[in-house]
């Protein structure tokens, strides 16, 4: 997710700047019905385009088919690139074994666009 920064007068005015982890996994789950009960895992330090910043490891419970799935959810704090503030966001059942590692991965490989 990537949203404009608005600096007026050397201040920052896009509250993603500021927002947690708990407060952009909650945007996550009112975006995507049927992620519920979402429960802190821990955090780690990752590199989006060479800014260090925290992502937090969720587990949740979304619904597939009317059924209850466990599922991991990662999210990272928002980092700078260039005029933009990026989130990264990923989801993924608790069943797919190998698949954080992917998900770091891709959070760390994101690019700005152009």
Request: hydrophobic share 35%.
């Amino acid at each position: 997710m990537t949203t404009p920064q608005v600096n007026v007068l050397d201040r920052e005015f896009n509250p993603v700047a500021e927002m947690s982890a708990e407060d952009l996994a909650g945007i996550a789950q009112q975006q995507y019905s049927g992620i519920e009960n979402l429960r802190n895992e821990g955090e780690t330090e990752i590199q989006i385009q060479g800014a260090s910043t925290t992502q937090t490891k969720f587990r949740a419970e979304a619904a597939f088919e009317n059924s209850p799935v466990e599922t991991f959810l990662h999210v990272s704090d928002a980092v700078e690139m260039g005029d933009d503030f990026v989130v990264t966001i990923a989801a993924y059942p608790e069943l797919t074994p190998g698949e954080e590692e992917n998900v770091l991965g891709m959070m760390e490989g994101v690019e700005p666009d152009g």
